[in-house]
């Protein structure tokens, strides 16, 4: 079956320090990853969403220079949260599909900066 | 505004009843899938639907594109299908998913 794997499940980083956060698809091709956060009381709130072969599109008030994304093979992508702050907590999800299929996701990164 | 809007935002039921969960839309989507966020924080696929309706065990599902809705029926409920629901739907534009606000699922014995 399809699945993808996201580590670390948590991290605690310093105010202004960066983490790096993995995401792994299993039994399918990842030709779509997408980035997703989940802040305090919220939804699930777009990042980015990156095709392999195409530019990574970020979504309106998320930009590269703070979340890098890099997505090199149909199995593998990461997300960088740079210069963590206290707005940046929350649970990140990667969301993996297979062309236009379902998206399966990770069971997260819960972020906690102190 | 949102463009799912996910009702209700929690509901209670006691074991063996039944209710269901609704997502709006304000624009056609392509497609909605429904998960179940379990008390590990894992998201759980329940069903991807283009149209139509899906069954599997006492979850049911209908999503129609026209009408910008989609449920999910749980009938017969247990203790382990607590948890938080989600819809997202996948717009025509970009193939992005949108998730709703989520529903607050508490089963009581």
């Known amino acids: 079956g399809a699945l993808v794997y996201q580590y670390p499940r948590r991290t605690i980083c310093k105010s202004g320090t960066s983490m790096r956060m993995e995401c792994q698809a299993v039994g399918f091709q990842a030709t779509s990853v997408a980035w997703y956060r989940q802040s305090p009381q919220k939804t699930f709130e777009l990042i980015a969403l990156s095709t392999v072969n195409s530019a990574i599109k970020y979504e309106q008030n998320f930009t590269q220079e703070k979340f890098p994304i890099s997505h090199p093979n149909l199995s593998f992508s990461s997300m960088t949260v740079l210069n963590a702050y206290l707005e940046d907590r929350g649970l990140y999800l990667c969301g993996a599909r297979d062309g236009g299929a379902e998206v399966f996701f990770g069971k997260g990164t819960r972020l906690t900066v102190v | 505004g949102d463009q799912v809007e996910q009702s209700p935002s929690a509901l209670s039921l006691h074991e063996g009843t039944g209710s269901a969960l609704r997502c709006n839309f304000t624009t056609t989507m392509r497609a909605v899938q429904w998960f179940r966020k379990n008390s590990r924080g894992s998201l759980i696929n329940l069903f991807y639907?283009?149209?139509g309706t899906k069954e599997n065990g006492r979850l049911k599902s209908a999503f129609d594109s026209k009408e910008r809705y989609s449920t999910l029926h749980i009938r017969d409920a247990q203790l382990e299908d607590s948890g938080t629901y989600f819809c997202?739907?996948?717009?025509?534009?970009?193939?992005?998913?949108?998730f709703g606000q989520g529903t607050k699922l508490s089963i009581k014995p």
């Open positions: 639907l283009a149209s």
């Open positions: 997202a739907a996948k717009d025509y534009n970009q193939g992005k998913l949108i």
